[in-house]
């Protein structure tokens, strides 16, 4: 079915060493266009170089990405790795460009830089230098955040785009303004969807019986010979070691994903967090 939208391009702008990262800004956008974009008439447009630019004579490279595509676009994503890209003339690289560029006109920019593992033999230190050297100074404007692996950069930047949509005057304007809306805009969070495909079976069960109960407590219980876990009214584990183990390591995943933390310091105790609640909301009570 047609709908009327607020459509909202987003520029992708990066070196050429984080193909991988461009994908998965796409795939978060994606996502969020599909959960948000039909209820709200609100759609996120991706673009960068690789896919919005073409081979053309007589005006600067950069100067053509800068008037083509970046200057209509409200929203920049920045990723950087090992490179920081190719000197244009004016900047220290096409991507530090399209970043100073759309910083100057007070439009909001979400600037990442990678620490995954690289082979050091396929490094080129004046790239790395300098790219050290802006990250320092990105720094000094608050606009940076790391990520360690994809998983990690996955979760950032779909939580972090969440917050940027729900906050930011500049993109609140956007569609606030339109004659057709008359009450706040409610967005959906994506990044909670994104998180639900990596928790194995145990751990979605054990989240949502926690979420049964009031407090949304867990309790890791020892008795001679016997270990379990307390969800709500339900218990799991206690047959042995082995299915103790196995409900010991589904509170470990709701932990390390910070769906769950501790309380106290003895190991015993646990409750949900705002992002176990908000997941927990969204598994099905069948278990």
Same mark, same amino acid.
């Given at each position: %079915?047609? $709908?009327?939208? *607020?459509? =909202?391009?987003? %520029? ?22 599909y959960i948000n974009s039909t209820r709200n008439g609100v759609v996120l447009m991706p673009a960068g170089w690789e896919t919005h630019s073409s081979?053309?004579?007589? +005006? ?6 800068n008037s083509r595509v970046l200057k209509d676009c409200d929203l920049l994503i920045g990723v950087f790795w090992t490179r920081l890209g190719t ?5 220290? !690289? ?8 759309? @910083?100057? *006109?007070?439009?909001?920019? %979400? @600037?990442?830089?990678? +620490?995954?593992? /690289?082979?050091?033999?396929? =490094?080129?230190?004046?790239? $790395? ?14 606009? /940076? ?25 500049? =993109?609140? !304007? ?25 928790? +194995? ?15 949304? *407590?867990?309790?890791? =219980?020892?008795?001679?010979? +016997? ?16 299915? !103790? ?15 769950? /933390? ?6 015993e105790v646990f409750e949900l967090t705002h992002e176990g609640w908000a997941l927990a909301d969204t598994l099905p009570d069948d278990l």
């Open positions: %079915m047609a $709908y009327q939208a *607020t459509v =909202i391009p987003v %520029m992708i702008a990066s070196p050429g060493d984080v193909f991988e990262e461009r994908e998965i800004v796409r795939e978060v956008v994606h996502t969020w266009n081979p053309e004579l007589g +005006s600067r490279a950069q100067e053509l990405i000197p244009t003339g004016e900047a220290k !690289s096409g991507t530090v460009e399209e970043i100073e560029r759309h @910083i100057e *006109t007070g439009k909001p920019a %979400m @600037i990442y830089f990678s +620490s995954k593992p /690289v082979a050091l033999q396929s =490094i080129d230190l004046t790239q $790395y230098q300098a790219l050290q050297e802006f990250k320092k100074k990105c720094e000094g404007l608050g606009l /940076v955040e790391e990520f360690e692996n994809t998983i990690d950069f996955k979760e950032k930047i779909s939580r972090h785009l969440q917050l940027c949509i729900h906050h930011n005057p500049h =993109i609140k !304007s956007l569609f606030e303004s339109r004659p057709d809306t008359t009450e706040d805009v409610d967005f959906v969070a994506t990044y909670v969807e994104t998180r639900n495909h990596e928790l +194995s079976d145990e751990a979605q069960v054990l989240l949502k019986a926690a979420s049964k109960d009031t407090n949304g *407590t867990i309790l890791k =219980i020892a008795v001679i010979g +016997s270990r379990f876990i307390q969800a709500g009214e339900s218990s799991f584990g206690g047959q042995g070691g082995r299915e !103790s183990a196995r409900w010991e390591y589904a509170l470990n995943e709701l932990v390390d994903r910070n769906f769950v /933390v501790e309380r106290g310091h003895k190991g």
